[in-house]
């Protein structure tokens, strides 16, 4: 076959089932986060809030950030110069290691190019490299995480969405004396519902299983410094493994695991996805760290998230627009159809200046599609009141269902 025909009808497949990605093409200006300019393929231009960022805290604009940042490319200049192994290693990713070590309070902690490529890695060279290891997989567990373990090609189990309870009848009919291993997240994305890490952690001491747990939205976010559900439920220390990004919360870029000083050791001397590959650009690392830094000294911008949180829900039960209850920062607004997703979506785009990217399969479930809102310490009162009316008026205009509260 024609490779051209070949790749257009792969194309034309994910058109016609709604499922191809359109990018919005975005300026983000510096200072003035949630602010950006959108460039449309015409050359025109729109102002418009985005109301769908992962840099959760809008720390990716913080001068602290950007000042740590500009001094290291002054001093180090652009890239690192190298894989790890072979000259790449520059101060500031050791100093950035210490600082997440200290995060989580373990021994040790290892950076990658980005959380995905940590999880793939990290999980993929534990999970192929320990003998006759069987793998314990979360149903909704990320995709880094699902293609670690698969290329791993060792047994794995899957167990029910935050349920310790099939995760002990699993465990509980495997031969006691084989390595065991249970990856899961705190703060799952789209849903934005929380992991129980205690009885997780419970059910694997029973069966003297190793925990790995994603963060990845949740650090920064949660716990007294950032460091997670883990850090506010004071559970950390009983995780073997702790995943988190440089890329959500601290605004920046980058992955890594912390976990004690001889299984970061291994990682950081069998793992073909941190061997092979230029290490982060020495100003990331110093972005990364001072956001880090930041964020572990100041309580300001998680609390004003909350209050944003808990402002935009308040206001769109006042309107019966429906959204998921859960305990998180995640506010999925949810239309469960396809089509009037998209619709609103681009609506509140071209029309009201509001950027959200319509949430749909295969990234949810049919039937549960979103719109999904991360109100962040800089929407403004006048934000939040403007999206709700906006949503106010399409509710009515596309006769979607309201919840009476
Ligand atoms: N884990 C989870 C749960 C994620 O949602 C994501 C990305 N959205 C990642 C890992 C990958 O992190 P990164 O964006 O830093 O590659």
């Known amino acids: 076959m024609d490779m051209n ?6 194309i034309d497949g994910l058109k016609e089932a709604g499922n191809y990605r359109v990018f919005c093409d975005l300026e983000r200006k510096s200072g003035a ?31 602290v950030v950007t000042a740590a ?85 060792c047994e794995k189990r899957i167990f029910k969405h935050n349920s310790p309870e099939d995760l002990r009848r699993q465990m509980a009919a495997d031969d006691p004396s084989r390595p065991k291993l249970v990856a899961f997240e705190s703060v799952y994305s789209m849903d934005g519902d929380i992991a129980p890490i205690a009885e997780f952690c419970d059910v694997a001491d029973e069966f003297g299983a190793m925990t790995y747990l994603d963060e990845v939205h949740a650090v920064g976010l949660y716990g007294s410094r950032g460091g997670g559900v883990a850090e506010r439920e004071g559970v950390m220390d009983r995780l073997t493994v702790i995943e988190g990004t440089l890329g959500k919360a601290y605004g920046v870029m980058g992955g890594y ?37 930041h964020l572990k000294a100041s309580e300001l911008e998680r609390a004003k998230q909350r209050r944003n949180v808990e402002k935009l829900r308040a206001r769109l039960d006042a309107h019966g627009i429906p959204h998921l209850p859960n305990p998180s920062h995640i506010v999925p607004v949810m239309v469960k159809n396809a089509a009037k997703c998209k619709f609103l979506s681009d609506l509140l785009l071209d029309n009201y200046g509001i950027y959200v990217q319509p949430i749909n399969y295969p990234t949810v479930p049919v039937g549960t599609e979103r719109l ?31 919840e009476v509260a």
């Open 257 to 293: 695991i912390a976990a004690s000083s001889l299984l970061c050791d291994f990682v950081r001397s069998f793992a073909s996805g941190f061997i092979f590959t230029t290490a982060l650009p020495p100003s990331l690392a110093a972005g990364a760290a001072a956001s880090i830094r």
């Open 69 to 153: 940042m500009k001094e290291a490319i002054d001093r180090c200049g652009a890239g690192a110069g190298g894989t790890r192994n072979i000259s790449g290693t520059n101060h500031y990713h050791v100093e950035l290691e210490r600082e997440l070590a200290d995060l989580h309070g373990k021994e040790s902690a290892l950076i990658f190019t980005s959380g995905y490529v940590s999880n793939w890695a990290a999980l993929g060279t534990l999970a192929s490299k320990i003998p006759s290891i069987i793998v314990y997989s979360d149903a909704l567990n990320h995709a880094s995480m699902i293609e670690g373990i698969r290329h791993a090609r």
């Open 5 to 10: 025909t070949f790749f257009k009808n792969a």
């Open 372 to 402: 999904r809102f991360t109100p962040t310490p800089l929407h403004t009162d006048a934000d939040i009141d403007h999206l709700v009316g906006a949503l106010n008026d399409l509710w009515s205009r596309c006769a979607l269902a309201r």
């Open 33 to 63: 986060f949630p602010r950006a300019l959108r460039h449309r393929a015409d050359g025109s231009t729109q102002d418009v809030t985005v109301w769908c960022s992962n840099d959760y805290l809008g720390m990716g604009q913080h001068p």
